[in-house]
């Protein structure tokens, strides 16, 4: 199985202008074109690397997390990659290796990768290969709860864990989860959600989470608000709360992407 990982560089200057890039209230897709390295970020405390800020708090983007693409060179580390206390973060490795050390114990990532880093752990990355390694980060301010401990932190594969059917859909849309939706103790999922070629959401989800979806494999027809948008591997979109959304996934392969949500809150007033 394939990710979409950014190449960088930049267009030729026959190429032209019209993209797929659009900014509206109820959404935002930034298409796989944009993702040039003129666009990239440098962040502190990490040598050889750069990222694509795809998401952050602002008024027209996210509200509850932010989202990176992370590019490290080799030899490239980040001793402390964050420094916001009751930061929790998820990382989803795209291509290369990464070596993260998490609460001292030294876990080598690869294409696959996945690790949820809670916002009481301590840890470090470096890229010890050959070969650049590309990685989403996610994070979130954690928001505790009177009498339920943070989760703990963990790491695993997609590969390792199979994907659970949505109900009545026949087995083409399924959903690879990597925390138990369940556990209060969790406020938000990064989770991998599949479509077989013609599968759908078959009607227009409203709600209150808010989603950022990256395009992994794939390409699909998804109607954000009143508006159909094609979208294909390496195309981000970030849904804002209560946004109308439905899809129809094209062929000729499994359409595929890395879903955030936040969840198992009330709503805050005061």
């Not at 369940?182 to 599968?199: E, L, R, W, Y």
Request: net charge negative; hydrophobic share 40%.
């Amino acid at each position: 199985m394939g990710y979409y990982t950014p190449a960088g560089g930049l267009p030729p200057q026959s190429d032209l202008l019209t993209d797929r890039a659009v900014v509206k209230l109820a959404y935002t897709v930034i298409p796989k074109g944009v993702l040039r390295d003129i666009v990239t970020s440098s962040l502190p405390g990490f040598t050889n690397t750069h990222a694509w800020i795809i998401a952050r708090p602002t008024p027209s983007s996210a509200q509850t997390f932010s989202q990176l693409i992370v590019e490290i060179g080799p030899g490239g580390a980040a001793p402390k990659p964050e420094a916001e206390k009751g930061v929790e973060s998820v990382l989803f490795v795209t291509a290369g290796e990464l070596t993260l050390t998490l609460d001292g114990q030294q876990h080598v990532l690869g294409e696959g990768g996945y690790a949820f880093i809670s916002p009481e752990s301590e840890w470090s990355l470096a890229n010890e290969g050959a070969e650049r390694t590309s990685f989403h980060w996610i994070r979130k301010a954690y928001e505790y709860l009177e009498g339920i401990a943070a989760p703990a932190s963990f790491v695993t594969r997609d590969q390792d864990i199979a994907p659970v059917s949505m109900p009545d859909t026949d087995d083409v849309w399924a959903t690879t989860r990597f925390s138990d939706a369940s556990d209060m103790a969790h406020d938000m999922q990064v989770n991998i959600v599949t479509f077989k070629p013609g599968g759908s959401i078959p009607f227009a989800e409203t709600h209150i989470m808010e989603h950022g979806l990256f395009v992994l494999q794939g390409k699909a027809v998804y109607r954000l608000n009143d508006d159909w948008v094609e979208v294909e591997a390496g195309d981000y979109m970030l849904l804002r709360a209560f946004c109308p959304q439905a899809c129809y996934a094209g062929g000729p392969e499994d359409f595929r992407y890395l879903l955030y949500k936040d969840m198992n809150r009330q709503i805050k007033l005061t």
